[in-house]
């Protein structure tokens, strides 16, 4: 599992190479999920810190690059931006 994305009551779930839907909400997978490799980064959004290969802050907007074959772009909340940093060994 490379990263989540919260809809509703439920959540999307993005492998490498598929994307499912999931009948846990983002707050439920977050609490079975080891806190060290699965992070809440925005109120929708949950990575797996392996997969990520970059941080970027566009003017005031920060995002997180994932390893996949799109590179996806996941913002983070300015809430959450001095935790991750920490993470990944940045700050």
Do not use: W
């Not at 977050?30 to 990520?52: G, K, P």
């Amino acid at each position: 599992m490379v990263h989540f994305r919260a809809e509703g009551h439920y959540t999307n779930v993005y492998t490498e190479n598929e994307q499912f839907l999931c009948n846990l909400s983002l707050s439920d997978l977050e609490t079975r999920l080891d806190s060290m490799q699965y992070v809440r980064v925005h109120r929708i959004h949950m990575i797996n810190i392996r997969f990520a290969c970059a941080f970027e802050k566009v003017d005031e907007q920060c995002a997180i690059i994932i390893k996949t074959k799109d590179e996806a772009r996941i913002p983070v909340s300015r809430s959450n931006v001095q935790k991750l940093k920490s993470m990944l060994g940045l700050s």
